[in-house]
């Protein structure tokens, strides 16, 4: 059964760190570009960021370039986001995504929440 | 970016009607058009890829059809657990979603 998990959500001050990481189990993670996809309270669902299998391609939202950083270990099945410079308008739900070739997100996890508050 | 246009923002249904959701993209996306179904509290759930491709798992209910750049999700007959939130989003380029579109059973 494929499973991601995310974790890593906290309460941070605007202008903060915070690193999320999401593990993954039940298929060959190696194999699978991933995607963080954030949805703040009561909001519809943004795009975030993009990695590809081997960290060959890399993507960012316009709303988070040069503040967030996505990297993962194919070793330890896992995926994260460093978020710095949090800003107020970061506050959301974040999800870790698969990504099939056709291409859509075909699994996601349960999502972790980011609060930046001061 | 490409942007996704969701019509209705809401709707209200009874069990059995036929529901349809439109999404309008603001340029071609060729079929790179995916529609997820979320819950309250829970993660998005992809219900159709590839503008008409039902995902494993999915109720046949589900269907989607495109027309140039407008994309249709229909639910053939509504179920007391289609109550949901509903998002389009195109994979053509950056990923963006449309603002979704809540449906009510009445």
């Known amino acids: 059964e494929v499973q991601l998990v995310e974790s890593g959500g906290d309460l941070v001050q605007p202008g903060g760190s915070l690193r999320l990481s999401c593990a993954a189990s039940?298929?060959?993670?190696?194999?699978?570009?991933m995607n963080w996809v954030r949805q703040a309270p009561g909001k519809g669902l943004e795009w975030v960021s993009y990695?590809?299998?081997?960290?060959?391609?890399?993507y960012y939202a316009d709303s988070v370039r040069g503040r967030f950083t996505i990297s993962r270990d194919n070793a330890k099945n896992s995926l994260y986001l460093q978020m710095n410079s949090l800003r107020d308008e970061d506050t959301a739900v974040y999800y870790c995504?698969?990504?099939?070739?056709?291409?859509?997100?075909?699994?996601w996890g349960q999502g972790t929440l980011v609060t930046v508050s001061s | 970016d490409i942007q996704m246009t969701q019509s209705p923002y809401s709707l209200s249904a009874s069990v059995g009607d036929r529901v349809t959701i439109t999404c309008r993209a603001s340029?071609?996306?060729?079929?790179?058009l995916n529609w997820y179904q979320q819950k309250p509290g829970k993660a998005p759930k992809l219900l159709i890829y590839?503008?008409?491709s039902l995902q494993s798992g999915v109720p046949s209910r589900f269907s989607g059809s495109e027309s140039g750049t407008d994309f249709t999700l229909t639910i053939s007959s509504l179920q007391p657990e289609d109550s949901a939130t509903y998002y389009c989003?195109?994979?053509?380029?950056?990923?963006?979603f449309g603002q979704g579109t809540k449906l009510e059973i009445k």
């Open positions: 995504a698969r990504q099939n070739p056709n291409p859509k997100f075909d699994y």
């Open positions: 039940g298929f060959t993670f190696s194999s699978y570009s």
């Open positions: 990695i590809g299998t081997s960290s060959d391609n890399i």
């Open positions: 340029q071609s996306i060729s079929s790179y």
């Open positions: 590839a503008a008409s």
């Open positions: 989003q195109q994979s053509y380029d950056t990923p963006t």
